[in-house]
């Protein structure tokens, strides 16, 4: 009889598997073929219920865990997004607050603002808006490590603080020039040298703080602006400016420091006989410096100088119908004052004068005549009692001029000493100026800058960059490759003619037309009257005879001229035979010359990338002569709407002249700023640099 077998067990391959959740058995089939130590235990997938319990609790963790981190990430997300936003509109406005502060340095008249401009104040109350609303986000709160997912925002803080003291830099900055312009009669005339060369070491400290904060700026603004597209403000040419500015500070307090003497000349051009460089020099000063301080100074009559000058140098040919040897007192033949000032430098310092104690100058300063008349309507009349003069600004010139000449017809050695008593007199009042005029003669300084009554050199580079940077060094503009644009400059040079510049009433006329093709035509008109009457002294009567030279773009060229003439120059020494050397300068210029058959009377010369032509003039008492020269010169390419016509005017300093510059756009095209097809500009007194700036548009 067989055993009785369960149901449940009636397969070999059938394992019994109970139900962890229903307390019951379920049946699974071993696959045949497969070994049952090879299945897996299958029972390992159904736990005890507490085991169970304990997944589910895992699980619940899990998910609570993925929810906080994914919450906290979409809240990081927010806060960067909104931050980012918030530092854009943060740098825009910084941007902007920053490019306002831009117009307020490039409106201002000179390098810096004064201190007291109004817009000084407005930006200092919109930065101060602006760090409260830094101050209250949350980087600035004390998260500074979520500034790594903010770029921006590492970049705003850094901004602000660099803004902000760049601008309280700025404004140090502005104080102190301010200071500076209103102390500069004591420290030249109170012995305050030390006290000079102090302010100007501080002055030079902020201008490197102020450099580096704006290179920083540079960097930030010009970084974000392109990877970014924030509308930020582009920087202006600071950093140049001030690299310029500083070396210009350590050049001038390296001469005025020095415990040795420096020689500085002062040059009292006389405009009544008119050199391209100013006016004739007929004598000057050697002022002495050290520590700050003037030691002394010395009037010269220019012959204590060019007597004991033992080198020989060949005229220029104009010069050649008075002179034999070229020597200090017609130096200022450049119309480029640098270039006189170096040629006037180098004769006087070849004088045995200066040779044998071995004196050498740091540099020129050349004063027109105004500058005397302008200082004694400031200060009042003088006094000159042993020559029982009394000296204003009205007759200052003529009283000088007379004692001078009268001197010299009696060929007294000691015609110009009268030069020397006014200077002595005027200085004596200088010392005790009010406040009220001190505050005058600060502001005519810069009046006499603006006019080239003052124009100045100096040896050292530093210091003459920097001058020539500010427009107070008196040299010439020249034209640069592609120059889109006209330039003019006249130099006239009174020979032979005594004193009679003083009695000449000028009227000069420049007419130009731009031409659709590019070129452009010029014409020029030279009116000049001679104004002395009989009872005039005369030096003043004498015929005014002038050589004029028309400085024009490089090659420009003769069209037409009319009422000029040719001067026969017979040399008056023999420039050949070895004695007499030429200047490097005036060959260069001279081997050039050229003249027209068509109109002999005039000459062509090139000079330092311009083109001359030029003339005489001889006007005799009463009279009124006209010169005319027409040119024309071709621009690189023709305009086009929205180009920059550009119009450069040079004035000679010292001369007096009625100007009216008239200006034609090209066919179909107007002036934007003229409001029309014709530009003028009409002065008496213009500045010693004008410089008009056209854009052609569409009629």
């Known amino acids: 009889m067989e055993a009785h077998v369960p149901k449940k067990n009636i397969s070999p391959h059938m394992r019994d598997i109970k139900s962890a959740s229903r307390g019951s058995y379920e049946y699974a089939e071993i696959p045949v073929g497969v070994r049952e130590e090879n299945v897996r235990d299958t029972r390992a997938a159904y736990s005890s219920p507490l085991l169970a319990g304990k997944r589910t609790l895992r699980v619940s963790r899990l998910r609570t865990v993925l929810a906080v981190v994914g919450g906290i990430l979409m809240l990081l997300v927010i806060f960067v997004i909104s931050l980012t936003v918030f530092e854009r509109n943060f740098m825009v406005s910084l941007g902007k607050s920053f490019a306002q502060f831009q117009e307020t340095l490039t409106d201002s008249g000179f390098a810096y603002p004064r201190p007291d401009d109004a817009r000084f104040d407005s930006l200092k109350t919109r930065i101060e808006a602006l760090k409260k609303e830094q101050g209250n986000s949350l980087v600035a709160r004390g998260l500074p490590l979520l500034q790594s997912f903010v770029p921006l925002a590492q970049e705003s803080v850094e901004a602000l603080s660099h803004v902000e003291s760049f601008t309280g830099g700025m404004f140090e900055l502005a104080r102190t020039s301010d200071a500076f312009q209103k102390g500069i009669t004591g420290y030249l005339f109170e012995r305050k040298g030390e006290e000079l060369i102090a302010h100007l070491r501080e002055f030079k400290d902020l201008v490197s703080r102020v450099e580096n904060d704006h290179e920083t700026l540079a960097s930030i603004f010009g970084t974000l602006r392109n990877a970014s597209a924030l509308d930020l403000p582009a920087m202006f040419p600071l950093s140049v400016d001030a690299k310029r500015l500083v070396s210009f500070l350590n050049a001038a307090i390296t001469l005025l420091a020095s415990d040795e003497e420096r020689h500085l000349v002062v040059i009292l051009g006389n405009t ?78 070849s004088s045995a004068l200066y040779t044998k104690p071995k004196v050498s100058f740091d540099g020129v300063l050349a004063l027109t005549p105004r500058v005397v008349e302008d200082m004694l309507q400031v200060i009042g009349a003088v006094k000159i009692p042993e020559y029982d003069l009394t000296l204003d600004h009205k007759n200052v010139l003529r009283e000088v001029q007379r004692v001078v000449q009268e001197g010299q017809a009696k060929k007294s050695g000691a015609s110009k000493d009268i030069l020397s008593a006014a200077t002595t007199a005027v200085l004596q009042r200088m010392s005790l100026l009010t406040d009220e005029e001190k505050k005058k003669i600060n502001q005519q300084i810069f009046e006499w800058v603006r006019t080239k009554d003052i124009v100045v050199y100096a ?56 031409g659709a093709d590019g070129v452009v035509k010029n014409a020029i008109s030279i009116e000049r009257t001679h104004g002395a009457e009989k009872k005039d002294p005369w030096w003043y009567r004498a015929p005014n005879q002038t050589y004029v030279q028309v400085i024009a773009p490089p090659g420009a060229e003769l069209t037409w001229s009319e009422g000029g003439m040719a001067k026969r120059i017979e040399p008056r020494a023999e420039y050949t035979n070895g004695i007499y050397v030429r200047n490097p300068q005036l060959a260069a210029i001279e081997n050039t010359r050229k003249t027209n058959e068509e109109f002999p009377y005039v000459e062509q010369f090139d000079a330092d990338g311009t083109r001359i032509f030029a003339t005489w003039m001889r006007v005799g008492v009463g009279e009124t002569k006209k010169t005319v020269i027409e040119y024309t010169h071709r621009l690189h390419a023709p305009l086009a709407e929205g180009d920059t016509y550009r119009f450069v005017f040079d004035k000679q300093p010292g001369a007096k002249s009625s100007y009216q510059f008239l200006i034609s756009a090209p066919p179909g095209f107007i002036w934007q700023e003229a409001n029309g097809p014709l530009m003028k500009y009409i002065s008496d007194d213009p500045d010693g640099r004008v410089v008009l700036d056209l854009t052609p548009v569409k009629d």
């Open 459 to 514: 040896k050292p580079d530093g210091i003459q960059s920097f001058l020539e940077f500010q427009s107070v060094a008196g040299a010439a503009f020249k034209p640069e490759n592609g120059f889109r644009g006209d330039y003019l400059g006249i130099a006239r040079a009174s020979i032979g003619a005594e004193k009679s510049d003083l009695m000449m009433q000028e009227k000069l006329v420049f007419e130009s037309s731009v």
């Open 272 to 349: 009544a006989e008119l050199r391209p460089g100013g006016g004739f020099i007929g004598s000057y000063v050697d002022v002495v410096v050290k520590r700050g301080n003037v030691e002394r100074i010395t009037v010269h009559d220019i012959n204590d100088a060019d007597r004991v000058i033992h080198t020989f140098t060949v005229p220029p040919r104009p010069l050649q119908l008075i002179v034999r040897n070229w020597r200090a007192a017609d130096a200022n033949w450049f119309f480029d004052f640098p270039e006189s000032a170096r040629t006037f430098l180098s004769m006087l310092e």
